[in-house]
């Protein structure tokens, strides 16, 4: 797994699902976005880093129309289109690959598997149009078979094609309960305009109070509570008395597309979510093959240290190179936008915006076997569990079944808990959970991998900045104004599907539009 260097970062990445990273949980309040193919896929990654992107020291300065901070898919998809539209670019980043929170890792079968954002669904229309622009195909989810839910020590296999879809089989007063607040909620989200969510008639008093707060009032039976616990654990990686209700409101309404209303239903399912599919070869193939479009204006290990105004011009310094350019786009999560030097000073009310949106926590650990043995024992591989350090996991097997991939996320006070343990003592807790879910043969995977974004420098978390009470009415109108010539990208900044890869597509479509029509 990556570790954090010993330097005090900048600049970091845009999203990726983050991220939506993927997770869903299995249940009809389930999950989000995150395959593992050939070692080619490996070597194209480390091929691309070595020649198609230009390290820092290959220019010591560059003059261009715009600057763009981050080559996640947000950076990459902003250069795109001004390259198109015949403008020069260059794209810093921080890190030595292309990406951001969307990361394949190399397994020791010689396959892939991902570390970050992995999954899209129906409505996630940018990202698949990007994917299939580069020939990146997706396949669908492994979703046949039982899903488990394991609670107060009881476990209990469920299919996910009955009356009740992929809710877990509470008890039936829970059930109900669980239902009417998912209504409830939809029908809230459905009065929030998902380009200014602090307009909504109830911002204010929704935004004066927690979802937690919300959760005790509304889903007052303990199952249907243990239930939309888990939804929002798995949707933000974040505990619920950390999310504004206004912001979770939000999310749900982003959840769709301009023709389609968003429903909490859509970020937590398998078949017919947001996790329906994934994509062969892992989901970093479509930003590495993005900015192999691009050649030598990404240019790796380079993260951003100051943005300053001089003479009519942005003068970007990062290691190793210098960029001026007419405008510059930072494509960066808020929190490590804000530890860029701007001069002159950001305004108070964006700099207090990036203050108070910290990152979600999150990690993901991925045992690989030489089958997936699961699918035996008719299992698809989605748990929901009210116990352990992986209280949600998915099949992250290749499309071939050559070997098998339990995914498993690690989320909020879990992922906060196990920072600073070592990577052998999560993966043997861990792996008790995988024992616990699916018998003993989970006890002895072949190779262990472990992503921790908390503790990845240019990241710090994920898959998504979030909104305590307060910010978003407060603070919001902040989040994708210009500060002269500075334009603002990334996930976080997506009318639609904040949070997830398609969030980040659309951003860099919306801030080249913005910059081509302020040049």
Not at 160 to 166: A, M, P, R, W
Request: charged share 20%; with cysteine.
């Amino acid at each position: 797994m990556a570790r954090e260097r010993h330097l005090s970062p900048r600049s970091g990445t845009d999203t990726g699902s983050g991220s939506g990273f993927g997770s869903g949980s299995g249940s009809g309040l389930s999950r989000r976005s995150l395959l593992g193919r050939t070692a080619a896929v490996a070597a194209g990654a480390t091929a691309l880093s070595a020649t198609a992107v230009g390290p820092a020291a290959a220019a010591a300065t560059r003059d261009v129309d715009v600057a763009i901070v981050g080559a996640g898919l947000a950076g990459l998809t902003a250069a795109r289109d001004l390259v198109a539209a015949g403008k020069t670019v260059a794209v810093l980043e921080a890190r030595d690959r292309v990406g951001g929170r969307v990361l394949n890792l190399s397994l020791a079968n010689g396959g892939v598997t991902e570390g970050g954002g992995e999954f899209i669904g129906p409505t996630q229309d940018r990202i698949k149009a990007l994917a299939d622009s580069l020939g990146v195909a997706t396949f669908a989810t492994y979703n046949t078979g039982n899903n488990l839910l394991y609670k107060d020590g009881k476990k209990t296999a469920y299919a996910t094609d009955g009356l009740l879809g992929s809710v877990p089989p509470v008890d039936a007063a829970g059930l109900a309960n669980a239902a009417i607040v998912q209504a409830s909620l939809d029908d809230m989200a459905k009065t929030v305009p998902v380009d200014a969510p602090w307009t909504a008639a109830k911002a204010q008093e929704w935004d004066r109070q927690t979802f937690e707060s919300w959760l005790r009032a509304n889903a007052v039976i303990p199952s249907a509570k243990f239930l939309l616990d888990v939804a929002c654990t798995s949707i933000f990686s974040a505990e619920p008395r950390e999310l504004s209700l206004l912001f979770v409101l939000f999310y749900i309404a982003a959840a769709g597309n301009e023709s389609t209303v968003g429903t909490l239903e859509r970020l937590t399912e398998t078949a017919n979510g947001a996790q329906e599919r994934r994509f062969v070869g892992g989901s970093q193939q479509v930003p590495i093959k993005l900015a192999a479009t691009l050649g030598d204006r990404v240019v790796l290990n380079a993260p951003v240290r100051t943005i300053a105004l001089s003479g009519g011009k942005y003068v970007v310094t990062a290691d190793g190179i210098t960029v001026t350019a007419k405008k510059v786009v930072v494509a960066a999560p808020p929190p490590l936008a804000a530890r860029i030097t701007y001069d002159p000073l950001l305004p108070a009310g964006r700099d207090q915006l990036t203050q108070r949106l910290p990152m979600a926590s999150v990690a993901k650990a991925i045992a690989i076997y030489d089958t997936p043995f699961w699918r035996a024992d008719g299992l698809n591989g989605q748990v929901v569990s009210d116990t352990g350090v992986v209280s949600s996991t998915f099949d992250n097997s290749p499309p071939d079944a050559s070997y098998g991939a339990l995914m498993g996320f690690i989320e909020a006070d879990e992922a906060r808990a196990h920072d600073a343990a070592s990577e052998a003592e999560v993966k043997a807790a861990v792996l008790k959970d995988y024992v616990t879910y699916f018998g003993a043969k989970a006890a002895s995977p072949t190779s262990f991998v472990l992503q921790r974004w908390n503790n990845e420098a240019y990241t710090r978390g994920g898959p998504v900045s979030i909104a305590a009470p307060g910010v978003l009415t407060q603070y919001g109108p902040a989040l994708r104004k210009p500060v002269g010539g500075i334009h603002w990208a990334g996930t976080e900044t997506s009318t639609y599907w904040m949070g997830f890869m398609d969030g980040a597509v659309r951003s860099g479509e919306r801030v080249a539009k913005e910059v081509l029509a302020a040049l």
